[in-house]
């Protein structure tokens, strides 16, 4: 097993790379060349900057029973159809019963955005966010 991040807008890589350190599991952070990361413990793959780059790098990574973090539909789509389990920053775990909602849910969002329709953005994230990805991510860790 091992943990991929799609890093670039992720809140939670501390609480990743800490509890994946804790317990021996290695980190891949990928990142696109508009960001700068080194964290010490992860090993950290650089992309071209492109729409999705990033997504793409960590899909082709991933494989069965690692755990893929990020808050992309499409990516966690495909990493859960090659048998990896995905989490978002939030502590939604990923799955088949919930992902073709999410998907189906993200096109309608960018249809009415795309018509001229604004759609409110994320909330602001609180320490509440922090503790339920952490308690999600650890029970992923420790299945």
Known sequence: MK????????PVKEIVVRMAK?????????IDTSH??????????????GIDSA??????????????????????????AKGAK??????LIYTDS???????????GQKLRRGGIRTKGPKKRTKWDDERFESSFGRMLAE
Do not use: F, H, W
């Open 98 to 108: 919930n992902i073709d909602q999410l998907l189906t849910r993200r096109y309608v």
């Open 22 to 30: 804790a317990r021996g599991v290695p980190v891949i952070m990928v």
């Open 36 to 49: 700068e990361l080194e964290d010490g413990y992860s090993k950290v793959i650089t992309v071209d900057k």
């Open 86 to 91: 995905a989490i978002n920053q939030d502590g």
């Open 55 to 80: 997504d793409y790098a960590v899909a082709g990574l991933a494989s069965r029973d690692d755990i893929v973090v990020t808050q992309d539909y499409g990516l966690a789509a495909m990493a859960l």
């Open 3 to 10: 943990i991929l991040v799609d890093a670039d807008a992720c």
